[in-house]
């Protein structure tokens, strides 16, 4: 095949809806008798990058995936796209390659641990060894496929780290005190494929969410002998998804999800209840709540609590008030509470003491919603957290997690990961900055630069 120069076209989409488009492999035009090969990647909303070299104007019926939130393999239907003619040697740039790549997440069992997606498509860990931060090769180490999505961590007696393969298939990377080893979650249950990024909780046992290209919410869990499926959408007749789902625990199962309505669902089981069966709660509905335009995280602290971005740019909390004399759901507008900068990206919440609510401004800036439980009035605060430690700009999507005091990861616009962290042993109790990545000489978060 000629090599051809490679030129940025920047396209048009018509009739997905606003939707990201997101490919799974290099897609194939044929246009008279000469092939072209197109690699478009992951950008902002209607709009897709075509490296292609044509330098000229045409359009093209391509098969490409409407991704709802994350990237993901849609059933593939064919979308109109029109290339601009482009004769000029400089390429057109749609924006900053970092603004579209993936994002860390912390946890920890025994000490600090972080994963991530490299460029090469292996997962990799940052973990600090209480003298040094140390990376591993985690997909290299468990000899394990690459991955498609963004990892998630999660701790039950050892360390656990689930992601979408390049078949996605649901896979799982779980150490046994000697070494990382791998199993295929989706081979194992005889799952349907996933469609979003898996996420991984406890209660008594392991327990896998992820979204289905149908707009089903499945669930894979270890029952002490074999991994085994569950489609709740199914068991609690519950509304289609519309992005990947969060869960949490406090007694019971909690998983929640946004619906194509816009509306945050909540799927819950009770292991106890006379008649234990997946169950289905609108909480938009419930608490007369904002539309959310993001994906919702659950966290707990004495009840449960879950967050999300609403279209207004607000993050958006709804709890569950267990001292009223009718338990109901609630909602609290954080932002307008704590005076505090709109969204630029999703919400995450962790608890130590109080609640904590991290987020990414629209001046890429880290900032933290915080509820003042031994104040005079009990109420929400805001700090900046790039600025009070004078951290680089983020690109991406802050992970909070504690081990004995407040962590806060993210991607920089430099692809590297670093991590904000509250120093509670100082004699001036402040929050404080380290770039992990520089620290251990890790690879770049994808397509990040090192």
């Not at 940025?8 to 990201?20: D, E, I, R, V």
């Not at 098969?63 to 290339?83: G, Y």
Request: hydrophobic residues 35%; negative net charge.
């Amino acid at each position: 095949m000629k090599k051809m120069r490679a030129l940025a076209h920047l396209a048009n989409l018509t009739g997905c809806s606003g939707k990201l488009i997101v490919p799974t492999k290099l897609i194939s035009v044929q246009k008279s008798s000469r092939q072209f090969m197109h690699l478009i990647p992951r950008i902002k909303f209607g709009k897709i990058c075509v490296g292609a070299g044509l330098g000229i104007a045409t359009v093209l019926n391509t098969l490409i995936p409407v991704a709802q939130a994350t990237p993901a393999p849609h059933p593939s239907k064919p979308h109109t796209v029109q290339l601009s003619a482009e004769n000029s040697a400089v390429p057109q740039q749609a924006s900053s390659q970092a603004e579209f790549l993936g994002d860390p997440v912390g946890y920890s069992l025994n000490g600090q641990h972080i994963v991530y997606r490299g460029e090469d498509g292996h997962i990799y860990e940052l973990w600090f060894d209480r003298n040094e931060w140390k990376q591993t090769n985690l997909t290299k180490a468990a000899n394990a496929p690459l991955a498609a999505g963004n990892p998630t961590g999660y701790s039950l007696g050892s360390l656990h780290v689930v992601y979408r393969g390049n078949d996605n298939h649901i896979h799982e990377l779980w150490f046994d005190g000697d070494q990382w080893k791998h199993t295929d979650l989706t081979l194992e249950a005889q799952a349907p494929p996933a469609a979003g990024e898996p996420v991984g909780y406890v209660l008594e046992s392991q327990h896998v969410l992820y979204r289905s290209s149908d707009g089903h919410i499945h669930e894979l869990w270890f029952d002490a002998d074999q991994w085994k499926h569950t489609n709740l959408t199914q068991e609690a007749q519950a509304p289609l998804a519309a992005g990947d789902p969060s869960g949490y625990s406090l007694g019971s199962l909690h998983v929640v999800y946004r619906g194509e309505d816009g509306h945050i669902h909540e799927l819950w089981f009770a292991p106890d209840a006379l008649n234990n069966k997946w169950r289905h709660e609108d909480l938009t509905e419930a608490t007369k709540a904002p539309l959310a335009a993001g994906e919702p995280v659950g966290y707990v602290l004495k009840s449960l609590h879950v967050l999300y971005r609403g279209a207004d740019g607000q993050i958006h909390e709804l709890w569950f008030d267990t001292k009223a004399f009718n338990k109901k759901w609630r909602h609290s507008n954080l932002t307008e509470a704590a005076k505090a900068p709109l969204a630029a990206g999703d919400p995450t919440g962790y608890s130590l003491g109080s609640l904590h609510v991290v987020y990414r401004g629209n001046d890429n800036q880290i900032h933290e919603l915080w509820f003042d439980n031994k104040g005079f009035n009990q109420e929400w605060e805001y700090t900046n957290l790039t600025e009070e430690a004078k951290a680089p700009p983020a690109a991406g999507d802050p992970s909070g997690y504690v081990l004995g005091s407040q962590h806060v990861v993210y991607r920089g616009e430099d692809g590297k990961i670093h991590e904000l962290w509250f120093d509670n042993k100082a004699f001036n109790q402040r929050w404080k900055y380290a770039n992990l990545t520089e620290e251990v000489n890790a690879p770049a978060s994808e397509t990040g630069q090192n």
